[in-house]
């Protein structure tokens, strides 16, 4: 027993790191969230500024009278162009969980605590930026061509912010990490 913990050790400190940084990183977002959970539900300030940063990518595109209000229900970011609705910006939408999955895979395979940290922001600010660069591509093509909406939403979206997060990790393993095959 003792000899398959030595020869999968590395294997059970990826799954231990993973799961355990996956766990704690998410219990805190979960626990930041509770805050905004109030009588009045309101979208918590990383939603609302990611509907913001997105409106205002839109108008810097040349699009007029863009709105980002909050839905009446207070779930939701409403982001609009003169009057029509195209997208409703919720919690998922902020990049904040896919972030976490970003900095827990990094951290199962620790590099030098430098060149760790400076991946982490990087990737992090990475992640964020194309999060935001989806939502604006997204309410373009519902505004520019509504047939496609529903590819751009369900297939085209989810491959593009999870292909960014893996080529990030690949990057990480191959360059910058410090585990080596035993």
Not at 78 to 83: A, H, S, Y
Not at 99 to 107: K, N, R
Request: proline share 3%; aromatic share 18%.
């Amino acid at each position: 027993m003792l000899g398959l913990f030595r020869k999968y050790r590395l294997v059970l400190k990826f799954i231990f790191i993973f799961l355990g940084s996956y766990f704690l990183f998410s219990s805190l977002y979960n626990g930041f969230l509770i805050l905004y959970d109030t009588e009045n539900p309101v979208p918590d300030p990383l939603t609302q500024l990611v509907a913001r940063q997105s409106g205002t990518l839109m108008q810097g595109l040349g699009y007029e009278n863009v709105e980002v209000v909050m839905h009446y229900t207070g779930l939701s970011m409403k982001l609009m162009v003169e009057d029509y609705f195209l997208a409703g910006i919720v919690e998922g939408c902020n990049s904040a969980s896919i972030i976490i999955l970003f900095a827990s895979f990094v951290l199962a395979f620790f590099g030098k605590p430098m060149s760790t940290f400076l991946f982490l922001f990087a990737g992090s600010v990475i992640i964020y930026a194309i999060n935001i660069l989806r939502i604006v591509i997204l309410a373009v093509s519902i505004l520019e061509y509504p047939q496609y909406s529903g590819f751009m939403h369900s297939i085209f979206f989810p491959l593009a912010i999870y292909g960014t997060v893996f080529i990030l990790w690949l990057i990480w393993v191959r360059i910058y990490s410090q585990w080596k095959r035993s």
